[in-house]
Each structure stands twice: as C-alpha cells, then as structure tokens.
C-alpha cells in the first residue's frame, strides 16, 4: 500500500484556519477513498472528512461547512482546509487510503493540530 506523510499542523487561535497535507508515495487515482481522521487525547479516532475518487467528500457533522477536503491525483496529495478552528478541533490529524468496503491502509505519525481559547 501507499506510504502516507501528513504535514501542516500547528497551533492557531480560535477562530484561525490550517491546511493540512497528505502527500502518498504512490498513485492515489484507483484508490476508492482518501479520508482525514483525528484523534485527540483520550478520544477515539474519528473520521472526519473523505472523499472519493469520483470526487464525493462527507462530512462528520461538528466540521460541516468548516472544512474542506480536496484531492490532486496528478500530485498524489490530500488536503484538508480546517477553517474557523475551534478549541475542541485540537488532536493529531492523520490522513490513510479507505477502501470500497471500509478498511484502511496503515497509520502513519500524524501531525499535531492545537487550537487555543
């Protein structure tokens, strides 16, 4: 499968926006879904936003019209724009491929996303 590296995090205020990236080490265009997850401490991981490769994306309700994923399959890169960050955002952003019936590839380190009050 595809190695994952994600990279973008950091600390904003409330209010503040990031992009996350996800870059693969291999073509992503046959891949059914690329999804962004998160998890913070004590929490389990979520799912947050995918998109597939027709280009449907969801939505988990707490991000629905703040975040945005996007795909470039020509760069083999997954992007996630978190706009009007809140607090209870912060948690370790994670980006894997999804397959048609739900599994996923392997997890890589993440990067750290701290919104602060």
């Known amino acids: 499968q595809v190695q994952l590296v994600e990279s973008g995090g950091g600390l904003v205020q409330a209010g503040g926006s990031l992009r996350l990236s996800c870059a693969a080490s291999?073509?992503?265009?046959?891949?059914?879904?690329m999804g962004w997850f998160r998890q913070a401490p004590g929490k389990q991981r979520e799912l947050v936003a995918r998109i597939t490769r027709g280009g449907v994306t969801n939505y988990v309700a707490s991000v629905q019209g703040r975040f945005t994923i996007s795909r470039d399959n020509a760069k083999n890169m997954v992007t996630l724009q978190m706009n009007s960050l809140r607090p209870e955002d912060t948690a370790v952003y994670s980006c894997?491929?999804?397959?048609?019936?739900?599994?996923?590839?392997?997890w890589g380190q993440g990067t750290q996303v701290t919104v602060s009050s």
């Open positions: 894997n491929t999804i397959s048609s019936w739900g599994g996923l590839g392997p």
């Open positions: 291999g073509s992503i265009s046959n891949i059914y879904a």
